[in-house]
Nanobody, 115 residues
Framework: QVQLVESGGGLVQAGGSLRISCAAS????????MDWYRQAPGKQREFVAS???????RYGDSAKGRFTISGDNAKATAYLQMSSLNPEDTAVYYC?????????WGQGPQVTVSS
């Protein structure tokens, strides 16, 4: 099994940057990919970005050109560097890991962008 612990959320002004992290523990060798999703109040959870264990990345439309996902396999950690943030980016950001076909979720740090 896998446990995910996120960190780095908080309050940032519009136009600013923020990096959030997701550290996996447990049987991390079986993690095929780590992803970020986000959920704003009253909205459905949406895909933000993903990275496979081989380093292949994919982005949702809202993240393209502004967010960068990266990973450190040795630390079993994924990072999401967010820049040019705007108030529409305000949401709870959830880390997700795919492990032998099973899904694991983190607790979700709050990211708030003030105008």
């Amino acid at each position: 099994q896998v446990q995910l612990v996120e960190s780095g959320g908080g309050l940032v002004q519009a136009g600013g940057s923020l990096r959030i992290s997701c550290a996996a523990s447990g049987s991390t060798a079986g993690i095929a990919a780590m992803d970020w999703y986000r959920q704003a109040p009253g909205k459905q959870r949406e895909f933000v970005a993903s990275i496979t264990s081989g380093g292949i990345t994919r982005y949702g439309d809202s993240a393209k050109g502004r967010f960068t996902i990266s990973g450190d396999n040795a630390k079993a950690t994924a990072y999401l560097q967010m820049s040019s943030l705007n108030p529409e980016d305000t949401a709870v950001y959830y880390c997700h890991a795919s492990w032998y076909g099973r899904s694991y979720w983190g607790q979700g740090p709050q990211v708030t962008v003030s105008s």
